[in-house]
């Protein structure tokens, strides 16, 4: 800063000063008048809703800012031509911040209060290094492999790629040629190698030019290892509530949330999106405390609260799974009992039956305590909104005061449709398992099917329960309203078509079956052409704050249900385009896979309940590469960009789903 040097701190550094507060300016959050100030505002202490009262002192202060001057890739300059530039660390006061460079504006100036020249630093005839692009796991012998290669769109020097196999002594050249020219995508252009030829069991490297990708396996047993395991072993239990959970000397949180949960008010928005009308749709009052919640569930995310549709969807993609595959894993002990979860302790029970037990038990607590399914069980004020750390100091485990998180509910029919179907799912696997629960879960299910009210729009939800409660019950009844609905489900097959499947080769009926393969066909044809969007084989996403890897990962969960009950229609290659993109082979110079821990290199800095802590959560599965508009693929290692970063419950759970396709007979 014009003549005074410095250097950015790795964490924020006093000395504070004192500013006057902007809480005199506060706007109105809400036109409605829904919203509740206390809810926003806190105790008077420290706010993250204003937190502008104490700052840091700025680092400097001048007419001329040079950032990185050291660096000619990454220098930029910054000049004010009007007023001060002051680098301020805005981590002092939230820890999500970053620095920040500003100009005040002066009192009573409403045009041209600040003019600067932003001067980035020029490099002529510079050119993006090429990129080689691969899993970061590795490949089976007997599927696709393709690695891709991304190159700057000005880039004219094409040279030939090669594949080396590594050994104890030296590098083989095993194979090299051309490479396949796929053409322009965002702001590069791409080739593809293909060497699904080689079957070979060893380390391997492509080469291209002066780039090399990660290096990689090539292995019979590659998905029977730290793959789908991690989820099992690490995320799911570290997400647990109402427990403690201990991996080792380690103790991921202590014993939480003992005091859930009070009714939440009337007619109020919450920060996080939940809402509630002029009745709590229950016989609780406001402020009422709900016996019976403290048991089971995940935090959602890098959050603590307990949506629905994460308790219920998580619970059954482990269903669906275990059924899959009959998963008898275990390497977790989880006692209910007890409240405490020891990772790497082996109970002899299968992690997956205890992990769909443990989303189970919050849904049925909720609807045995409530009458209905909650919306979700969530903090009550922004202080503990913002909570990082241990979720057992996120309430005081005493129940009945202020701190006790509330419980929302909602008049949702589609929702309460797609939760029948998941339950009647839970329900089956449970069975001489935990009989009490698959009986509590079915009876939730058959009565929501029964009770919720059915339109145009939640239609496909209710054939979607329809499906699984003829699964799990033999009730004809069920079975004759999903063939009356033919028509519809024909109509809508692109969305219903996943789960329609495995009730088409339960009953068997031939006309059915007939109209459904036909119009499968549409669905099959669908994918094709996502398949060409990209040069990695999935669908093209060109979203700023939306990323494409979860809805990779969901048509991927989806595609492995077309795949397995209509493989003549439906090959594999899809789910491994899918899985290859997530754990590595993706747009961007960060080749890192999404799944945390899970690869040669991949995504260890990532936005979870640790986030504050700059590290990861092995097993958990981040959104992944973002694009910046208009076409720059951005993956930073950085633990508070959520939306490229952020674990979420109550995804497609796809990486499980490897398990099956990894196998020799599976991939034929």
């Not at 494409?548 to 493989?567: E, I, K, N």
């Amino acid at each position: 800063m014009d003549h005074k040097a410095g250097i950015f701190p790795a964490q924020a550094n006093g000395p504070t000063i004192s500013c006057e507060s902007n809480t005199q300016w506060l706007g109105n959050f809400n036109p409605e008048g829904k919203v509740d100030l206390k809810h926003l505002l806190g105790d008077g202490t420290y706010n993250p809703m204003i937190a502008d009262d104490i700052i840091a002192a700025p680092y400097a202060r001048g007419k001329k800012f040079t950032m990185n001057p050291a660096d000619p890739y990454n220098k930029v300059t910054v000049r004010s031509e009007i007023g001060d530039l002051i680098l301020y660390d805005g981590r002092m006061n939230h820890n999500n911040g970053w620095f920040v460079l500003r100009t005040e504006i002066p009192a009573g100036v409403s045009r041209n209060a600040i003019k600067w020249v932003i001067t980035p630093n020029v490099v002529k005839d510079w050119l993006y290094t090429p990129v080689v692009q691969t899993s970061q796991v590795g490949y089976h012998p007997d599927q696709p492999k393709m690695a891709v290669i991304e190159l700057d769109s000005r880039d004219k020097q094409i040279s030939e790629p090669a594949l080396y196999k590594i050994t104890d002594t030296d590098e083989e050249l095993i194979l090299d040629g051309e490479a396949q020219e796929w053409g322009k995508f965002l702001r590069y252009n791409y080739l593809r190698f293909d060497f699904s030829s080689i079957r070979e069991e060893g380390l391997y490297q492509v080469h291209y030019g002066e780039s090399v990708s990660p290096v990689f396996r090539i292995a019979e047993d590659i998905y029977e290892r730290g793959v789908w395991q991690p989820e099992l072993e690490y995320f799911l239990p570290i997400q647990m509530c109402h427990m403690r959970v201990n991996e080792k000397y380690r103790v991921w949180h202590d014993l939480c949330h003992m005091d859930d949960a009070r009714m939440a008010p009337v007619n109020l928005s919450h920060i996080d999106g939940y809402s509630s009308g002029a009745s709590t749709l229950t016989k609780y009052q406001p402020g009422d405390i709900v016996p019976g919640l403290t048991i089971g569930g995940w935090h959602d995310a890098g959050d603590y609260d307990l949506r629905v549709e994460s308790q219920a969807g998580e619970a059954y993609i482990l269903a669906l799974a275990y059924e899959h595959f009959g998963i008898d894993y275990d390497a977790t002990t989880i006692d209910h009992h007890k409240r405490v979860t020891e990772i790497h302790q082996p109970d002899g029970k299968p992690d997956l039956l205890q992990q769909v037990e443990n989303g189970a038990l919050t849904v049925v607590a909720g609807y045995r305590a409530l009458g209905r399914l909650y919306r979700g069980i969530i903090c009550n004020s922004v202080r503990q909104y913002v909570h990082l750390g241990d979720a057992s100091a996120h309430t005081d485990n005493v129940t009945g005061n202020e701190d006790d998180r509330w419980v929302f509910t909602e008049d949702n029919p589609y929702r309460e449709l797609t939760t029948a179907a998941q339950l009647s799912a839970i329900s089956r696997v449970l069975k001489n398992f935990n009989d009490t629960l698959s009986t509590q879960a079915l009876d939730a299910a058959k009565e929501l099917y029964r009770i919720t009210r059915t339109d145009e729009r939640t239609k496909g939800a209710k054939i979607h329960a329809a499906v699984e409660l003829y699964l799990t019950t033999g009730d004809s009844s069920y079975k004759e309203y999903v063939l009356a609905e033919q028509d519809y489900i024909v109509q809508h097959i692109d969305r219903l078509g996943w789960f329609i499947g495995r009730f088409d080769k339960a009953v068997n009926d031939k006309k059915f079956s007939q109209s459904m393969r036909k119009a499968l066909v549409t669905v099959r044809d669908q994918y094709e052409k996502m398949k060409l969007q990209t040069p990695y084989g999935v669908p093209e996403d060109r979203g700023n704050l939306s990323s494409g890897s979860w809805d990779v990962q969901t048509l991927g969960y989806y595609y492995c249900f077309l795949q397995d009950a209509y493989p003549d229609l439906f090959t594999p290659d899809y789910i491994f385009n899918a899985i290859n993109f997530i754990l590595g082979c993706h747009p961007g110079s960060n080749t890192v896979s999404f799944a945390s821990g899970i690869g040669a290199n991949s995504a260890t800095v990532a936005y979870g309940v640790n986030r504050a802590d700059g590290s990861y959560i092995p097993g958990g599965v981040t959104p992944g590469t973002v694009l910046i508009r208009p076409d720059l693929p951005e993956l930073v290692p950085y633990p508070f960009i959520w939306q490229e970063g952020e674990y979420c419950m109550g995804g497609r759970g796809f990486l499980l789903y490897v398990y099956g396709v990894g196998c020799p007979e599976d991939t034929k």
